[in-house]
C-alpha cells in the first residue's frame, strides 16, 4: 500500500532542489553554447531559471518514481561553432558539471546547518533548519543522480555527445543516429529491472553516487 504522507513529505523536500538542479543543467548547456558562439538557446528564452522553461514532464514525474528524470533539452546549432564536434562536446560537458558543482554547495550548505548548536533541539530555530538540512541532503543527491544519469553514453544522454567526440567522425555519426531510441532504451531498462528485480540502471547510477556522496561527507 502506497504511504501517502510519505510520497507527500518526500516530493516537498525533493522539489526545489530538482527544480533547480534541472533549470541549472539546462541553462550550462545554454551558455556555453552561447559562450562558443551560438545564440539559439538565448534566442529561445532558454537562458532562464524559471522551471517552466525547462519542464519536461515525463522526465519530471519519471525523477519520483525512479530516481532519473531529465529537463527540455535546450536547442543548440554547432554550425555555429568553428569545430562543431568539440563545440557539442563541451556543450554536453556542461550540464553534468553544473549538477556536481551544485551538489557541492548543497553539501556545504548540509555542513553549515549539521554544524550550528541548537540550545532549543524542540525549539523554532530547530523547526526551522531541520527541513533545511533535508533540502540540502536531498539537493547533493539530486544534483549527483542527474550528473551521473547524464554522464551515461546512451544517445542523446550528455555522455553520448562527449563519448563521439572522440570516435572517428562516421562512427560517431551512426552512434549519434541511436538518439531516436534513447528514451525507449532508457524505459526498457527500467521495466527490465522491475521484471528481474535486478536494475541496470541502479547498478550503474547509485555506486558512483554513493562514492561521490562520501567524498562530499554527505548521507544518501
Given amino acids: 500500500m502506497i504511504d501517502i504522507a510519505h510520497h507527500i513529505q518526500r516530493i516537498s523536500i525533493i522539489a526545489v532542489p530538482l527544480l533547480l538542479a534541472l533549470c541549472v543543467h539546462e541553462v550550462a548547456h545554454g551558455l556555453v553554447a552561447l559562450r562558443l558562439g551560438d545564440p539559439t538557446a538565448r534566442q529561445a528564452g532558454r537562458l532562464t531559471l524559471n522551471p517552466l522553461k525547462h519542464l519536461d514532464p515525463i522526465g519530471t514525474i519519471a525523477f519520483f518514481f525512479v530516481s532519473i528524470g ?123 529491472g522491475n521484471l528481474t528485480g535486478f536494475s541496470v540502471l541502479g547498478a550503474l547510477l547509485f555506486p558512483p553516487v554513493e562514492f561521490l556522496g562520501g567524498l562530499l561527507n554527505v548521507p544518501i
Avoid at 125 to 150: D, H, K, R, S, T
Avoid at 154 to 171: K, N, Q
Fill in 70 to 192: 531529465w529537463g527540455k533539452p535546450v536547442p543548440v546549432d554547432a554550425r555555429y561553432f568553428k569545430n562543431p564536434r568539440k563545440g557539442m562536446m563541451l556543450v554536453a560537458l556542461a550540464g553534468p558539471a553544473s549538477n556536481f558543482l551544485l551538489a557541492s554547495l548543497f553539501a556545504v550548505g548540509f555542513h553549515l546547518i549539521q554544524g550550528t548548536h541548537v540550545s532549543d533541539p524542540d525549539g523554532l530555530v530547530m523547526q526551522v533548519l531541520y527541513p533545511l538540512l533535508l533540502i540540502c541532503q536531498a539537493g547533493v543527491f539530486v544534483n549527483l543522480i542527474l550528473g551521473v544519469f547524464n554522464l551515461l553514453p546512451i544517445p542523446p544522454l550528455d555522455g553520448s555527445s562527449i563519448l563521439a567526440y572522440f570516435l572517428p567522425a562516421r562512427l560517431a555519426y551512426q552512434y549519434e543516429r541511436l538518439g531516436r531510441y534513447g528514451f525507449f532504451i532508457v524505459i526498457g531498462l527500467v521495466l527490465l
